[in-house]
């Protein structure tokens, strides 16, 4: 389908601003607060991104601050003690977490190896890769590594914005003229605040379920909903079966 944006380069904040392995904790805080993000891409030599520092990695920081050497083993075996023995972070442990409370730099707070996403994959992709990572941002990087931008879950919600007329004129052009062509069938589009209606009388109304699962993937579109009834064939009397919300699971 043409002329949205069904790639994460469409909707990406390409101004980004990043750190070095070295940056210390002063400074990481200081970034987060002025670009009011809640997480830095760190990156090293022309800008591969090789982790992720975030606010979570920041105050674990502070979750050992009481203890006189966070890597002494009492508060380590108190901490495992509230936590039932579990570890934290992809199984590192509370040892390794302690260690890393000791970090006062990039590279040893971030998050490593840090999930990205290209610029080419599909902002379903992207959501994916946020909803099991339990991320709310992920850098983009090109095929070698480089950081190209930053996309968040409210960019990849900017295609709900889209104008009620315009995702009409996407659904006409790219849904109805392809499976219900005039005049075999007679169909209206009406779009309000994202859901679609589509109305009228269609020769084959099995198609309806392709043409629900076709309209759904239209960028913007919220639900669809339909309002059919079968056109006969010609010298055919129209009965007075009608199919209402078809389509749906």
Do not use: C, N
Not at 84 to 93: F, I, K, L, T, W
Not at 140 to 162: H, I, M, P, T, Y
């Amino acid at each position: 389908m043409h002329g949205t944006p069904h790639i994460v380069s469409d909707v990406m904040t390409t101004t980004v601003v990043s750190v070095g392995r070295g940056a210390p904790f002063k400074e990481i805080v200081r970034l987060m607060r002025d670009w009011r993000v809640s997480a830095l891409p760190v990156v090293e030599g022309e800008g591969r991104v090789v982790g992720v520092v975030s606010e979570a990695d920041l105050l674990r920081r502070e979750e050992f601050r009481d203890a006189e050497d966070v890597r002494d083993a009492e508060a380590v075996r108190d901490a495992e003690a509230v936590r039932g023995g579990q570890g934290v972070r992809g199984g590192q442990g509370v040892r390794g977490a302690a260690a890393e409370a000791g970090a006062l730099t990039a590279g040893g707070l971030m998050t490593a190896p840090a999930l990205t996403v290209r610029p080419g994959a599909t902002l379903a992709q992207a959501a994916r890769i946020m909803a099991r990572g339990g991320v709310k941002r992920l850098p983009v990087v090109d095929e070698v590594g480089v950081l190209q931008g930053v996309v968040s879950r409210a960019d990849l919600l900017k295609v709900f914005l889209r104008d009620d007329e315009e995702i009409a004129e996407e659904v006409r052009r790219e849904v109805v003229s392809y499976l219900f062509p005039a005049p075999a069938s007679l169909l209206r589009v009406v779009v309000r605040d994202g859901v679609v209606t589509l109305a009228g009388r269609i020769r084959d109304t099995s198609l309806v379920p392709v043409a629900a699962r076709l309209v759904r993937a239209v960028e913007g579109v919220v639900d669809v909903d339909f309002d059919l009834s079968p056109r006969p064939a010609a010298g055919v009397a129209a009965g007075p079966e009608r199919t209402s919300g078809a389509g749906r699971p």
